[in-house]
């Protein structure tokens, strides 16, 4: 077994589907590089293929693996109102001719009616998702609940569902969709100083630390907060991290220097869209032709832009930055976009 290929050993009692159409390309970002004085790359994640692509593919190469694994018919799922996850999950049963269930959370407050039309909501509605609501924004639990509620519904009925659960209680297997990233990355070849990477449920920021871990490759991940705040982020990749090597039964070695977190990009909080969040969204699409959304990615790069006003981020470094796609919640933003 070579290096390169330890990741995709130790995951393959795991049941997977076949999902991502082709290794997701590194590009060089030349007018931004020489802006920051450093040499900044971009991972297109964005480019994952089905369903608009982003993160959630890779995610959903494992999840999709179980629920085909036990023959569900329907599959379940929470997320904010513009979530890709929800999105791209909706996408993925269409393809295995399984229906989906949404569950649709108040995150964000004070958005406009296109928030609840356009964007991912379109989509889902065109893939003939099936919506739920749950009115708590930060309830983990009882939103679990109440996806659990409706799967015994449906098993009274006769369907045979399947829940990708949201709370951290659960165990993480889409993360491994990141550590087979890792070793997609190493395999790239490509010498580099640091990865940055949004840091949400923690799965694709915890994913990534431990494949790199395992594949023994050192470099800091930096997780820039989208959701919550440096201290409880810190603990829930820490969290996920021993939750991973539960399941893997090894040991991933990480120490507490191991998790990186930034959370100056994050205000005013989840999915809410501040003046530098805009900035770095139209700085990228300006100077290099790629966009960016407002949850994720937009912060991302905001964070990015700290880390090297910070001097965290020195000058002449090689850089890998995580598109993780989302492109399609920025129609669901158009008003908040064109008046910030």
């Known amino acids: 077994m070579t290096i390169e290929n330890k990741i995709s050993k130790i995951l393959s009692p795991f049941p997977r589907v076949q999902l991502m159409t082709q290794v997701t390309p590194i590009e060089r970002l030349r007018s931004i590089s020489k802006l920051l004085n450093i040499n900044l790359l971009i991972k297109r994640d964005d480019m994952s293929g089905l369903g608009f692509g982003g993160n959630k593919i ?143 449920s923690g799965l694709t920021h915890a994913g990534l630390i431990a494949g790199a871990r395992l594949l023994k490759y050192d470099i800091p991940i930096h997780g820039i907060c989208v959701r919550r705040n440096q201290t409880l982020q810190e603990d829930r990749i820490a969290t996920v991290l021993d939750k991973i090597e539960d399941l893997i039964s090894k040991k991933i070695n990480h120490t507490s220097d191991d998790i990186n977190v930034w959370d100056a990009a994050l205000s005013p909080g989840y999915g809410q869209i501040s003046e530098k969040t805009l900035d770095a969204l139209n700085l990228m699409a300006r100077k290099e032709g790629v966009f960016l959304d407002p949850v994720y990615t937009a912060k991302t790069f905001s964070g990015l832009l700290d880390l090297v006003d910070q001097g965290i981020i020195r000058k002449n470094q090689t850089v890998l930055m995580m598109h993780t796609g989302g492109l399609p919640a920025i129609f669901g933003y158009e008003q908040k976009i064109l008046h910030q």
């Open 58 to 200: 890779r995610q959903l190469e494992f999840y999709m693996g179980e629920a085909v694994r036990n023959k569900a018919d329907t599959i379940l799922i929470t997320g904010a109102v513009q979530s890709n996850f929800v999105r791209a999950t909706a996408a993925v049963a269409a393809k295995y001719g399984m229906k989906s269930i949404i569950q649709l959370e108040e995150r964000v407050p004070d958005m406009p009616d296109k928030y609840y039309e356009s964007g991912n909501i379109l989509l889902s509605k065109i893939l003939e998702a099936e919506f739920m609501s749950y009115p708590e924004g930060e309830d983990e639990i009882g939103a679990d609940r109440a996806l659990h509620d409706k799967a015994s519904e449906l098993r009274k009925r006769g369907r045979n569902p399947y829940i990708i659960n949201l709370g951290i209680s659960h165990p993480p297997i889409g993360a491994f969709g990141y550590m087979l990233c890792a070793e997609e990355i190493f395999k790239q070849n490509i010498e580099l100083d640091m990865i940055v990477v949004a840091s949400g």
